[in-house]
Every structure is written in C-alpha cells, then in structure tokens.
C-alpha cells in the first residue's frame, strides 16, 4: 500500500439508521479503506440533533456535536444523512462553498434543489455524490453518469419503492386486500406509521426526477412528474392481471418521446400492469430494480435492496471512497492494486453440495454400497432418485441414479467419485454438478 | 454547454466489430458526446490490418492507418480494440508512457498481464479503463471499481459467457441435445466456427480473474482458475435439474473461502446447478448477468447483453467519456448539467395500452355501447373479458368487463372515461391501468 498523502478528513451530518452505520463503518473498516484509497479516513464530527438519542450503533461520544455549522467548514468531504431541505442545503451549500466533497443520500433535495446545488459544485470544481438517493445499494447512478455517458438512453423503467412492491408482491403472491398487505408492511417496518410518500407515489417521483435529469441532461422538478399512488389497485385487478399473464408494479417511467412539438421527455409514476415474462415483474418483496434501455447497449438491469441501513450505507461509503481518492494521486489504480494478497484456495478446499449421476448394476444392495462409500467420506446424500431406462436391443434395462448430497469439500466428493468409479455396483459416473445460489 | 478545453484527441486500435461501432458513433455523435465532457473529441486515427479490408460500418479512409506505433503517441485518449496479447500489449504501455489515458475491451490481454499494465499507468498518473472487458454492456466494473469501494465484497456468481448461456437455455427450453444446441449457436452467430474457448470456459475463466482481482484486491492468473466447460452435460441432466427445481448453468465464481491456512478467495468456472428461484435462474439466451454479495449492500444484480458490436461499444464509449471529462475541470459537474433542457410532454400525449375495469348494466347491447365509445375517440380494443358476481343480497349480479386496448394517447384514453363514465350502460369505472414492457 502506497501512502502518499495527508489524511482527508470527513464530516457526518446526521446518525439515523443510515448515519451511523457509515460512521460506524468508517470507524471500524478504516485500515481496509486506507488500503483503497492511498491515504487515511478521519472522521471529524457527527453531527446530531440531540446528544442523548437512542442510536441504531455506538458510536464515540466525543465524536457528536450539535454544532454542524462548525463541522462542515474545513472537512475534505461531507456526508450529509440528515435528511429534508433544511438546514440540510444551507449545510450543503456552505461545506461545497468552502472547497469540501459533498456526499448526500437525500433525495428530495436533490429533486426540488438539485441544479443549484450541482452548480455550486461545479463553480468551485468540488464533486457531489448521490448514488444512495436513488434505489439504496444498488449503482444506478455511477452507471447512468458514467458507464452509458456515451450512449443515448431512451427509456428508465424502474421499481424505485421497496414499500409498494412489498405491498404489491404480497397482494399478487398472498392473496392479501390493499388493507391486508399495507397492514402485514407496516407490521414489519416496510412501511412508515404514515406511508402517504410511498403509497401515494412521492417517493417514486423524487427518484424519476432524479434519473431523468441525469438521463437526458434535462432539469425535471418533482412538481412536473405525473404521479399516481396505488390505493386504488384491488385484489380482483391484481388476479385478473396474473391471469392475463401479467403483473402489477408501481414503475418510475422516464422515456425520451414525441411530443406534439418535436422531441421531448416524460417522466411519470403509475401503477403499470407488466408481462410476467419482463425482467421486471420476477422483483419481489422490498427490492428494487431499475431497467434500462439504451440506444447501444441495449436493455439493462440493476437489482437489489432499495432501502435498509447497511445496504444504503453502502452506496454511500463508494462515493466516499471514490471522493477520497479523487484527492490521491493514482488513487484510482489502487482500486486494481493487489495489497490484500489473499492466497488462491484449491476447489478441494471447497464445500459445495453436489449432483451426482450413476449408472449402476440393477441388483439389490447396490444402494446399500453406494451409499456407503458417500458415508466413508462423510459426504452426506440428502436424496437419491433412482430411474429404469429400457435397452433398445432388449437387454437388461440401465439403472441410473441422481444423488444429491448436502455441502461437502470437493476432495471427499473426488475422493467418493474415485472408489465409485472402481466399484463392481457403478457402471458409470457419469456426471457431477455442483450447486450453488441455494 | 461550457467549452472551457481544447478538443481531446482520441485513437482508435481496431475497426473489428467493436472498434468500427465505437468510431462511427464518435464520429456521428460528435456534439453529444461533447456537451456530456465540455470538450470535443477528434478521432485522429483510425489502426487497421488492411486499408482494404471489408467492415462492418463505412469509416473515412483519410483516419484509417496501418501505423499503429505512430498513432499511440501523442493522443490524449488510445482505445486499444485489436485483441490478443501482441502487438496489443506495447501499443498500450507505450501510449500510457506517452501519458494517455486508455481504454480497452481485451480481457485475454488483462487476465494475463493486468497487474503490469495497472502499475504503468499509476506511474505516470494515467488511467487504463476496461468496462468493455467483461459482460460487454453491462455495467460491473465500475460499480465493484468505485460503488461497492466501501464495502466488502463475499461473492461473485456471474453468467458472463452468452454462448455457453445460450446453448444451455435451449436444452432446458427447448429440449434440444447439447450437440443440436451448439449447432443452433454457430448457425444463428452466438458461437464462433472454433467454439472452444466458450464451451471450454477460456473465456469465462479470463473474466472470473478479472472480477476476482478487482473484488479482492489479489492477483488472479487465469491459470490459477479451476476450470470445467459444458461439453459434458446431457439433456437428461439438464431435464432431471429442471424437474427438481434447478437449473444448469455455467457460472463464473469468485469468493472469500476460510481456507487450510487461514482466508483466502476461491476462483472457478465450472457448470452450476442454480435453483430455479434464484435471479441468475432466469437469464435467458445469450445474455449475461452478474450477482454480487458484498457485506452491507447485500444482493445485487447486474444484468444485460454481454456482447455484440453496439452494445460492448457502449461500454467503451462510457469509458472514453469518463477519461476525457478527467481532462476537463469541472467536468463531471457536466453530467448532471441541463444542457440538453428537452420539454416535458404530458401524459395525455403519451401512447400506452391500458387495461380498463366497469361494472355495467347486465343487459343486450352494452357491449355494443362501450365498443362504439372506444370507437369513437379512436382507442382499439384488443380483448374484452366478462364475468358476473352474484350480489350478497340476493340482487341482481354485477357485471363486470376488463377491457385492454392497443397503444393509444392519453388524452384519448381520458375521454374515454369520461364519456363512460356518464353511460347509462356503465354504473362505475373502477380501474384504469396503464401496460409497459410488451
């Protein structure tokens, strides 16, 4: 690892869910994230509302101030997690002002200020990160910005609300009413004591205005997109749809259209009946998932978890590194660096569960051996299916076996395969498949 | 659209499939590209085999050369798209020792010489950028390079070889054997006349070390990947996975593993039964997909085409962007600019098919009456769908009709409604939902 630089400091406004899992993250991964970056994270401050609130991890105490004014002036990079438009702009503005990086996961800022504080940016050449404000975990921002910066993208469909897929999966998937499912989401935290943002759409629109500006490179305020809620989607429409081959899903839609006076943009939230056979219509639960469509490249998809604390803490440590290393030299070689240096470890070493088919002698007991040698090893068989295929010129039939075994280190599997091969009550192995994603 | 720069030159190595789209799209999509960096990009030359040779895209004959050496000097930009180890490999070391930033699609030329090529461009503060290497369009590098820096990454399954992908779906599909299904894959494009570096895994197994190396921070050699292709797997075992729930296919697996001396990362290609729930499950075809499991992000997905001329151009045009907005100040602010400023078109100007829900009187010639009002503001019916419920109460049954129309505009759509909704023939209109994705 190269050292070359000072340390850069880092300001945290905010230690809500999201908040303090970044602090806590910075804190407790700093050597890892040094070994990225070139040079060493400080955490500065965190800025609170109150001193003695309950928080999701502990954080240092003498680490927390209420005086985030103070914090923002002079940090190398800012994290705003506070949420709302005041005082998280003045807060944004003056730390940009003041040369700093701003990392900020709060979208509907971003929805009803985002040109005025993107230029703000841009005046000083200071950088502002969002990648947490639209769809959590997931990239979409980074690729739209960059990875597609050189295509023309024609069309964003996006699940951009966890709490109304949930609702909507459950209906589809559960037989539950509009009232049952929002009960059954609020009951697990999916959904907020006063879901009105997330039901009545406004969520989703605040995340289209976002992917929409940054699609086609046109200012879009929240107030323009047309926006419809799901409360008035019934169990009947939800069954007639999947009986119809289709599902109903809350989509973010921004496309590039015709309009009556030449080229134009639209960019609306609906309920949206999609073909069960649409990438989109297989994201259940409280993902989310963005397709998108491009000239080039094509159709895209970006999938995972839209909300959550770790998840969206996530987003927001990328932008933090990739700000920090905007200050190194070379910092982004370090992102292909080797410094970690793990060995390779040989598939051997590995435990996966297996598939196993056997041609075998269709005598009795030839089970009771074979299982014995799976036993030898201690490669436990979770099933055995055994099947009869006729000879075509009328000789005995040819017993075949599939065994599947629970997780076991390739060198027993091997080492199974081997005495099987040798073994009178084996005609053939003849195939080993592992399994994976279970 | 602020033009602070003098234009960046740009050279391209290669007019194969790839190379020819990425310079005609350059060239064609000049003033775009340019308003997206705030500098032009000047495609200074053009390195073929042949002046003569046939292409897929008509390129000015004054940028083409055959003197590659000459053409890497003194551009800001080098786009190495030839291919293959030499004389790929000193194009590349010597334009990032003349300081140019490069971008490449070789994944052979970087699973072998990666770490030798990433420590030339640090030591002269240039950057070599390679989105285009694995899974063609589909954005991953970057999102494991910059979004995911902050996290930690478990595991990587990844469906990053379409023809491999696309022989096993049509034996699951459409019951084909594996020798009519590669057949079908040389006849229709998806596999080259000398399938063996796809069927074998070659391929999947350069992009499992690249993925590796950029996950885990450890030099990956290609040799080092356990490697197994598909030429074993029969039909039988394809159908026998499917009736228990899972499916084959050929997966790409890098992760951290507890080894016999501690961590270490486990790098293989090898056939996979992958249960039929899990999202890699339903990739279909030739296309590619990604999953990661990184700490705090969870379960993310990356999904698209995973080659193909335009769409691995994509990803290369997207690198040449970001390489050239390093030059610019201020230039990534230029991503979120409103240069564009397209005008936003109503919804009611907006062609969708929908899906409208009415209880109506139960009487002859009600259908007749909503046809011909569908009829008149131009909206044609695709199907209509008609059931009655009993009333509770012993009253007359509710009729109630599911109507989906073609692709119409919005504002037709609503006058629809309204004139419905004042029909004696309807007593209520009790759904409208809009279809995207057909």
Redesign the interface.
Known sequence: MKQNYRNLTVAILGAGTVGA?VAH?LLT?RA??A??IGAELDVVGIAVRSLDSKRSVDLPAELLTTDAESLVVGADIVVELMGGIEPAKTLILRALESGADVITANKALLAAH??EL?DA??KV?A??YY?AAVAG???II??L????????VNRI?GIVNGTTNFILDLMDSEGQSMEQALATATDLGYAEADPTADIEGFDAAQKASLLA??A?????DVE?V?REGIT???L??VR??RS?G?V?KL?A?CE??A??????????V??????DT?????VRGANNAV?VE????????????GA?G??T??????????AA?RHV??G??V???????????D?G??DTSY?V?LEVADRPGVLAEIAQVFAAKDVSVETV?QSLTPDANGGPPTA?L?I?THRAPGESLDAVVNTLQSSDAVTRV??V??????
Chains 1, 2 share one sequence.
């Not at 649409?278 to 297989?282: I, R, V, Y």
């Open positions: 899992q993250r991964h890892e994230h070994s990225r985002g040109p993107f940016a841009d050449g950088q502002l990648e975990a997931i990239p980074r690729p910005r960059d990875s597609l910066a050189g295509d023309h469909l500006q940054l086609f490179h046109t200012a879009v323009q047309y008035k989607i019934t009947d429409q007639q749809a119809q289709s109903v989509l839609i590039r259209v309009g009556p006076d030449g080229p134009g943009v639209s960019v609306r609906h309920p949206t009946l999609v073909p649409h990438p989109l219509a297989s397709f491009a000239e080039a490249a094509g159709s895209l998809m970006f999938y995972g978890a959550g770790p998840e803490a996530s987003a927001v440590l990328g932008d933090i590194v990739s290393r030299v070379g982004p070689g992102a292909e660096s080797t410094h970690a240096n793990l060995p390779m470890v598939p070493h590995i598939h088919w299916q075949t599939v599947q003849s195939g498949i592992r399994v994976e994603g279970e």
